[in-house]
């Protein structure tokens, strides 16, 4: 399985990005996909997940209410909507999945300025 982030770059604080994790290979071992971000010399932190039937959806309290994934059941993409963002979002945002979390994109670099 591969994953693939788009669609990061740089936006005002308020506005609005949507990323991408594009799965392909043998999609029947993701039971969901994880987003997780890091930021400049902090951990890495979860961002939100979401089924990959997408019957349910999980987010971090840093992003609840902000933060939206969907999946259209006819297509291997997840997408993570964020709106209202904040300077603190910035961060290089990972898409993940598989058994034990092995697989990871390679990250998409979201920039929020004040």
């Known amino acids: 399985v591969q994953l693939e982030e788009s669609g990061g770059g740089l936006v005002q604080a308020g506005g609005s990005l949507r990323l991408s994790c594009a799965a392909s290979?043998?999609?029947?071992?993701?039971?969901?996909i994880a987003w997780y971000r890091q930021a400049p010399g902090k951990e890495r932190e979860f961002v939100g997940a979401?089924?990959?039937?997408?019957?349910?959806?999980y987010f971090a309290d840093s992003v609840k209410g902000r933060f939206t994934l969907f999946k259209r059941s006819t297509e291997n993409t997840v997408y993570l909507q964020m709106d209202s963002l904040k300077p603190e979002d910035t961060a290089i945002y990972y898409c993940?999945?598989?058994?034990?979390?092995?697989?990871w994109g390679q990250g998409t670099q979201v920039t929020v300025s004040s």
């Open positions: 993940n999945g598989g058994p034990n979390n092995m697989y």
């Open positions: 290979g043998d999609t029947s071992s993701l039971y969901g």
């Open positions: 979401i089924s990959w039937q997408a019957t349910n959806t």
